[in-house]
């Protein structure tokens, strides 16, 4: 009996520890590291999301602590920073982050003015909508998204 309920407070204490703890963004040490330089914070203290949408896609990145306004304010400045790169064709943060060309930048570059890229502030960070009425630009978006999720571990719908 005694084995039992110890085992039990185990679990429970691991699954409360884990709770507590938002998923890192990415555990592969090099990404990590070209992260942290290419987009100017810590991927350790930041969570990623990229989602879907009929029309696009999102861009969403949070500090993993709402009192972290170090991280908060240089995710929003990083967020600007992408929209203005992407709507102009400049994708060399993500191809250097990933040390590749992502799948879909060729297409987004060719099509970026037939797509809108629009910053949103969020409490923990912020986002980056991508939308188009373009079908080959919005498949575009989505294999670049896709391919972030992948590379970034983020467990969001392909």
């Known amino acids: 009996m005694r084995y039992s309920v110890c085992t039990l407070f185990l679990f429970f204490a691991v699954i409360a520890s884990s709770a507590q703890n938002p998923p890192q963004s990415t555990s592969d040490p090099y990404l990590e590291h070209r992260g942290n330089q290419g987009m100017g914070f810590d991927q350790q203290k930041i969570t990623h999301h990229f989602l879907l949408t009929k029309d696009g896609g999102v861009i969403q990145v949070s500090a993993n602590s709402p009192d972290d306004k170090t991280s908060i304010d240089q995710i929003r400045m990083h967020l600007e920073h992408i929209a203005s790169a992407?709507?102009?064709?400049?994708?060399?943060?993500?191809?250097?982050?990933?040390?590749?060309?992502?799948?879909?930048?060729?297409?987004?570059?060719?099509?970026?003015?037939?797509?809108?890229?629009?910053v949103q502030f969020t409490d923990a960070g912020g986002r980056v909508l991508i939308g188009t009425a373009n079908p080959k630009a919005r498949q575009a978006i989505w294999d670049f998204l896709r391919f972030q999720i992948r590379e970034h571990k983020t467990g969001d719908p392909l």
């Open 86 to 118: 992407f709507g102009s064709g400049d994708f060399d943060i993500p191809m250097f982050v990933h040390d590749q060309t992502p799948p879909g930048v060729d297409v987004m570059k060719r099509l970026r003015k037939k797509m809108f890229y629009k």
